[in-house]
Structures are given as structure tokens and as C-alpha cells.
């Protein structure tokens, strides 16, 4: 296996220090989709997996009671989700997995935001975090990704900027994630998927079935 890179790239900074005590009531989110668009820039390095229409899934788990580290902005919600005390990511795509090891990343809440005040968004973003995007023979450890649901005219999907234990995304405009990922040579591929589905929250042991799941494939790779 070839490792390539040095990790995941800063999408979004917080101002204050991450409490590494995990809530017991942590909540996973699902959502799955389509890849939609890629742009690898004349120079592809990624297989061929990876194609317009291939299917994407993903898994996140998330500690609700993480406060607030922009509290002195009034349109903004940031919340870190360190990896270290429970926090997860994980996304698969064509024969390739992105899964998030160490640092955290953040979830942002923007209310009534936009140049009319009147978008919602949810976001999450890669942030001071390291991790893997492999297909089990490459692995690249240089990578960023951001997660978006929209809501760009009535900004009626949140009424503040408190973390959102449940979510609808039928609520929402549109919804995506754009995936780059760099190899060290210069290279780099953009990812685009659209989210057609989204299950939030998780029931208990569905998603401990699917972190079950998601660990056995790992094992699986990893004995190749």
C-alpha cells in the first residue's frame, strides 16, 4: 500500500479550545447519494471507480452537547467534533473510503446568513483533522471536504444557531459535498456528489450495525 500526503486540509477555524469530554448521547447522521461531477484537472490519478453516477454513503457521529467556540457571532453556530473523544466520519465512494482518524472537524449552523439574510445552511468541513481517502491499494492523506445543505430563500429551516439533533432534507434546497483530493505531485481531483438522501438521526443500533460494518471493511482492506 502506498501512502500519499500529509493530511487533511483546513476548510474551518474555530477560536476556542475543544473539550475533549464526550456527551453520552452522541448522534449519527446517514446520507447517500450521487457523484454529480469531477474535475481531475487533465491529470487523473484516481481509478476509475469514480465516476458520474456512482453511488456515495456516508456515516457521522456527533456529540450535541459540544458548545458552541464562535458564540460572539450572531449568524454562525461552530462546533468541533473532536475524533479522539468519539466523534466519526466516514464516506464511501466507488471503490474508495474516506475515513477521518485524528484532530476533529466542525459542523457550522448558519441562520438567516447570505447577502439578503435570509439562507440556512448546515455544513460540515475537515478541520485540523488527519485521516485516509484509499481504494486499499493507494491511500491519499492529502484531502479536504464540505459537506452543504442549503436553504437559500425562506430561511425558515433554523430559527438560531443551536446544533440540530434532527434534520430534514426535504427542508432543504439542495445538498452536496465536494471532495478534493491532492497527490503529492501536484495533482489534484474534485469530487462532487449530490446528497438524494439523508437519515438524521440514526436509530441506536442501526448505527452501531453500521460502524460494525464499516470496521469490518477496514480489517478486510487492511489484510489484502
Keep these: 500500500m502506498k501512502a500519499k500526503g500529509i493530511a487533511c486540509l483546513a476548510v474551518v477555524m474555530g477560536a476556542l479550545p475543544v473539550s475533549l469530554s464526550y456527551s453520552a448521547d452522541a448522534i449519527t447522521f446517514a446520507f447517500s447519494g450521487a457523484v454529480s461531477h469531477i474535475n481531475d484537472h487533465g491529470a487523473p490519478f484516481l481509478d476509475e471507480s469514480i465516476a458520474v453516477h456512482s453511488p456515495m454513503t456516508a456515516t457521522y457521529t456527533f456529540d450535541p452537547a459540544v458548545p458552541d467556540s464562535r458564540p460572539d457571532l450572531s449568524h454562525l453556530g461552530v462546533y468541533r467534533q473532536p ?34 439574510g435570509n439562507n440556512d445552511k448546515y455544513e ?60 503529492p505531485g501536484g495533482s489534484d481531483t474534485d469530487i462532487i456528489a449530490n446528497i438524494h438522501s439523508l437519515q438524521a ?24
Design 83 to 116: 475524533l479522539s473523544a468519539g466523534a466519526s466520519f466516514t464516506l464511501q465512494v466507488g471503490n474508495y473510503t474516506l475515513r477521518l482518524f485524528d484532530g476533529y472537524y466542525v459542523i457550522q449552523i448558519e441562520n438567516d446568513g447570505g447577502s439578503h
Design 124 to 183: 460540515i468541513g475537515c478541520s485540523v483533522a488527519s485521516g485516509a481517502f484509499s481504494n486499499g491499494d493507494d491511500t491519499y492523506t492529502s484531502f479536504g471536504f464540505v459537506v452543504n445543505l442549503r436553504d437559500f430563500d425562506t430561511g425558515a429551516v433554523f430559527t438560531d444557531t443551536s446544533l440540530p439533533t434532527l434534520l430534514d432534507l426535504s427542508n432543504f434546497d439542495n445538498g452536496n459535498i465536494l471532495i478534493t483530493v491532492y497527490e
Design 201 to 224: 438521526p440514526i436509530p441506536e443500533p442501526d448505527a452501531l450495525a453500521l460502524l460494525a460494518l464499516g470496521g469490518l471493511a477496514l480489517l478486510g482492506r487492511r489484510r489484502r
